[in-house]
Each structure stands twice: as C-alpha cells, then as structure tokens.
C-alpha cells in the first residue's frame, strides 16, 4: 500500500481504539501497563498520568517508549498498532484541558491538580499489523 493509505489505516487505528499499552525502560527492562490514549491530526499520542508514578520516573531517565494499540482480543486477525517512539512530560494548562475528561478525577481528581501530567508521545516509527497481505507495514517518521 502506499502512504498514504497506510497513513489513513494507521489514523482509523487510533480513531477507533482508546485503550492500549504503554511500555517504558526500568532498569533495563521493559515496564508495561495499560493506558488511555488520544492523538493529535497528526500521529502524536498523549496519555494522562500522575507526576507521582513509576512512569514518569521512567520517561524521565529514558524517554524511549513503545506503544500497541488496537487489538481487541477477538483473534489472529486483529489490526493493531505497534508504536517505537520518545516521550516527554508536559505540564502545560492548555493540554491538561485538552485532555481532561471526567472520568480521570477517580485518579487524578481534578484537572487543576498539580501533579496531572500528560505523557507526549512522538512515535518514530509506527508498524500496522494484521491489516491484509500487505502487512506488517511500515511508517517511518
């Protein structure tokens, strides 16, 4: 496929699917946990966090990241999203307001919290899995 459809495929991907799993470095190895996500127009991930979590800590001493999105447990033949990107936190009023919903005070209590951070993710790479023959696929950014 050419670019852009796979950037339309990648796009519909995380349109459609939320909830997926965030993988950091400690001590060398990898530390994954489940995570909400949203995105930019572009391919950009962010994802809401306390500043108080093993994450942040995490990012902090190795932005390095993968994320995988997308696959819904249905089968072999689930689309999925394999993500190889940096993370950086961001503390900023405007995309904690961007990013808040309510849902988020049963961890985080209010938007004003000062220790709601958003996890900015810019992906490097991005792989589509199990989208057709033409798969796995590969966007480099």
């Known amino acids: ?6 950037k339309a495929k990648i796009h519909e991907v995380m349109e459609n699917h939320k909830v997926g799993t965030l993988a950091t470095v400690k001590g060398g190895k990898p530390h994954s946990r489940y995570m909400t996500f949203h995105h930019d ?14 994450k942040t800590d995490e990012i902090e001493e190795n932005p390095h990241v993968h994320v995988l999105l997308g696959y819904e447990g249905e089968g072999y033949g689930d689309t999925y999203l394999e ?6 936190i961001r503390d900023d009023q405007e995309i904690k307001d961007w990013i808040w919903r309510d849902h988020m005070k049963n961890w985080l209590g209010s938007k004003d919290n000062p220790e709601f951070v ?8 991005i792989r589509l899995m199990n989208a057709g023959e033409e798969t796995p696929e590969l966007l480099e950014l």
């Open 1 to 6: 496929m050419n670019q852009e459809e796979l």
């Open 41 to 54: 127009d572009e391919f950009t991930f962010f994802t809401a966090t306390s500043s108080k979590t093993h």
């Open 83 to 88: 993500v190889e990107g940096q993370a950086k």
């Open 118 to 125: 958003v996890l900015e993710i810019m992906p490097e790479a």
